[in-house]
């Protein structure tokens, strides 16, 4: 099933790992030749037909692919315009789109004979991710984790401990996300010769932005499929939410030379982002820099300090943006909006009671964006967002957020 996926598409990367005047390794002399073989690595899995029979072997039996396109027909007719159809990924095991990337990068470290995993996480979900296709291959595993991130998702810290997993909590910097993955990489440095790295999203030195948009391609690829099935055409406008970028591109990839489709991406606004940056909406309010090994819009102030982003959804929390969107972005080929804490808010009741689905809050953000556009489109047009997490993990912050006490419900 794979090769088609990397031949026809108009984006990069060039060899470089450069998306126009973003992406590229900006990494350490020690850093170098683990990336050159990890590269070469996966440039050879790419075109290997085994490789995919494994991938498309467990997407099915582990992971519950292909997920489903539904058509959210209650929602559709509360919004009065165009059809909305949701890409079920929060149906995926472990409860997001995390996984479709994991097993592809633990499969290379299988591949490389690397025994040890280590991988960064902010609100915990990919931590669970990279901790359960672990335990699945015996594999030990090691999640870096802020400090702070500790504390404010207990139950995915457990989570990943039960899975056999260890978990560092970071104190250096603000310990948040930005912090676990600078502790990852020298770790990386420091245990060259077992360890294998496994990043989340599509942010890191080339190759990860491109590996791990290729490995969540499955995503664009099954709605390409379902939408001609369903309506025997492409969708008009695809919405997808933003962290670093991996569900989104994930979704938008394999409609990138469809000139007619709309992409848009969908940041996290916070509380607002005039609001003295706290937000997370790099590419809407931040501007381009170097953070993680590559070159992309960051959150950062008048002296090129990285600032920590803000935002109800800890998932969307990350100062950065993925190298491709900031090229999309700028070559106009994308467009990127941000959207509120509160309008991500309203955008998770309605959908829990038109739908009977509690989303994450990642995509609530998207879904609040749909709520906007929809009303002011044709009946005939067609919107498919991702649904990339559901929203047990939330239930907490949003109990908060919404003034109720939880165990007091009464
Ligand atoms: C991690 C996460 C995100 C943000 O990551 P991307 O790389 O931007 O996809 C969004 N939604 C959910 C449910 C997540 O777990």
Redesign the pocket.
């Given at each position: 099933m794979a090769n088609d996926l990397f031949n026809s598409f108009m984006t990069g990367p060039d060899e470089q790992g450069r998306f126009g005047d973003f992406g590229g390794r900006f990494v350490s002399e020690t850093l170098m030749p683990l990336i050159l073989s990890l590269e070469e690595e996966y440039e050879k899995a790419k075109t290997d037909d085994e490789f995919w029979a494994e991938m498309n072997d467990l997407w099915t039996h582990y992971v519950g692919r292909p997920s489903p396109l539904y058509f959210a027909e209650r929602l559709t007719d509360h919004l009065g315009g165009a059809k909305v159809y949701m890409k079920r990924d929060e149906l995926n095991h472990t409860g997001?789109?995390?996984i479709n990337n994991v097993l592809g990068q633990i499969i290379l470290a299988r591949r490389m004979g690397k025994t040890r995993i280590i991988a960064e996480t902010g609100?915990g979900?990919?931590g669970v991710a990279t901790a359960t296709v672990c335990a699945k291959f015996g594999l030990k595993c090691v999640v870096y984790m802020g400090a702070h991130d500790v504390e404010r998702q207990a139950p995915n810290v457990f989570r990943m401990r039960l899975l056999g997993a260890e978990v560092v909590p970071v104190t250096s910097g603000r310990g948040t996300l930005k912090d676990a993955m600078n502790d990852a990489l020298r770790d990386w440095v420091t245990n060259v010769r077992d360890t294998f790295y496994c990043i989340?999203?599509?942010a890191g030195p080339h190759p990860y932005p491109a590996m791990v948009r290729d490995f969540q391609a499955i995503i664009g690829k099954e709605v390409r499929e379902q939408m001609d099935a369903a309506e025997g055409r492409l969708p008009d406008t695809l919405i997808a939410?933003?962290?670093?970028?991996?569900?989104?591109m994930g979704l938008f990839y394999p409609f990138l030379d469809d000139k007619e489709v709309n992409i848009i991406g969908v940041e996290a606004g916070g509380k607002g982002v005039n609001a003295k940056m706290e937000h997370c909406a790099s590419l809407t309010g931040g501007r381009p820099g170097v953070l993680h090994g590559n070159r992309t819009y960051l959150l950062q102030d008048d002296d090129g300090q990285i600032l920590e982003g803000f935002s109800i959804s800890a998932?969307?929390d990350y100062p950065g943006i993925g190298p491709e969107h900031a090229w999309l972005h700028e070559i106009g080929r994308a467009k990127y909006v941000s959207i509120t804490d509160v309008e991500a808010l309203e955008a998770f009741q309605l959908c829990c009671t038109l739908e009977g689905i509690i989303p994450?809050l990642?995509?609530s953000h998207a879904l609040a964006h749909v709520m906007k556009l929809a009303p002011t489109l044709p009946k005939d047009h067609i919107i498919c967002m991702n649904m990339?997490?559901r929203g047990d993990k939330d239930i907490f912050t949003v109990a908060k957020a919404l003034g109720f006490e939880m165990g007091n419900f009464g």
């Open positions: 997001a789109h995390k609100a979900q990919h989340g999203t599509v939410a933003i962290g670093g970028g991996s569900n989104a998932g969307l994450a990642e995509p990339c997490g």
